[in-house]
């Protein structure tokens, strides 16, 4: 059985207001209709994230005694991320983990989580802190038919070059990095001097080896994808950008569940949110550890030559809060008791 099954026998008493239901109070498969849950994401198998997904597509399956049975679709294999997230409520797709920056084109308002220097693992390991963010955001998904059900660490992101080491900011201008894409990161990227490029996970290798972009601002779950090879030199500005997926799921799908099915997902999901950031944590670092070990070289920009890179990142900070003051002040009360 899952991991997860000792503290989701305390959450699910909370959710059906029960003195104690455990995921054995789930009717069994055989008594109803197997339900299928479609989860996809665009992410290269090769990446760490996907091994998550597949676990948890496990323990969502033994929550709900074999109710449900999730199948999970990696590398855009059914759908890239930007067009899951629109297949929400058609019935195609029930969960979806974009990059958070891909919820920019459903609300901008999203968009405070791309921010330079938002949000930091300090704040977000602390117990509550991915709750509250994905709270925030439900207010803005919620229109469109979706339920937020959690915010997971995805990385910190770096510069990835083919020919040399960032040494400071300038050496960025005139460059082609490649971004996942949502307005706030490009327009980093800008005010940083580069030329921003939007391209998918799966898009950058190519472009990459290719030499159609002179470098990427990814994560080591991105270098893995594009190969020490193509592209051998990483170079982090400390604190520049935590990214996190959202876990988005359709609700009238979720709605439609028997309520037993419905409240285990419930449950089996906020475990997984209470405890992913660690997780999560640790593996991007292991993931990085692998890629030096064969054959990356890695370096860290500090002190006045990472200044620079922190007061150009105030300059799209300040653009962003003066087009959207209230959900600013928004953000910062949900994340003030974690900082």
């Known amino acids: ?161 083919r020919h040399k080491h960032l040494e400071e900011m300038s050496d960025l201008r005139g460059m082609k990095i490649r971004a996942t894409g949502g307005r706030v990161l490009l327009d980093l990227l800008g005010g940083f001097g580069a030329s921003s490029v939007a391209l998918p996970a799966p898009e950058m290798g190519p472009a990459l080896s290719q030499g159609a972009i002179d470098g990427a601002l990814t994560s080591a779950g991105g270098w893995e994808m594009a190969g020490t090879n193509a592209v051998p030199y990483g170079t982090l500005v400390p604190g520049l950008n935590l990214v996190t997926y959202a876990i988005l799921v359709d609700d009238q799908w979720l709605q439609s569940l028997p309520a037993d099915a419905r409240t285990a997902i419930e449950t089996a999901m906020a475990e997984f949110v209470h405890d992913d950031w660690a997780r999560s944590k640790a593996l991007d670092q292991q993931a990085l550890d692998q890629m030096i070990g064969k054959g990356g070289s890695f370096a860290t920009i500090e002190g006045a030559r990472r200044q620079a890179f922190v007061d150009a990142a105030d300059a799209i900070t300040a653009d962003w809060r003066a087009k959207y003051p209230e959900a600013w002040e928004e953000f910062q009360t949900a994340i003030a008791p974690f900082k």
């Open 1 to 161: 059985m899952s991991a997860f099954v000792t503290r989701r026998a305390a959450l699910q008493s909370a959710l059906m207001g029960c003195a104690f239901v455990t995921a054995a109070a789930v009717v069994p498969a055989a008594a109803q209709a197997q339900v299928e849950m479609v989860i996809t994401d665009e992410l290269a198998t090769s990446h760490w994230t996907t091994g998550v997904l597949d676990q948890l597509a496990v323990t969502l399956e033994e929550a709900t005694g074999g109710a449900v049975k999730p199948k999970v679709f990696h590398a855009g294999t059914l759908y890239n991320d930007q067009d899951a997230m629109a297949a929400l409520g058609t019935g195609a797709v029930h969960m979806v983990w974009p990059v958070a920056v891909r919820l920019e084109t459903i609300a901008p308002e999203a968009g405070v989580l791309s921010l330079p220097f938002a949000i930091d693992d300090a704040m977000m390991a602390k117990p509550g802190a991915p709750e509250a963010v994905a709270g925030y955001l439900q207010k803005y998904m919620a229109p469109r038919g979706i339920r937020v059900m959690g915010i997971a660490r995805t990385a910190d992101l770096f510069f990835l070059t």
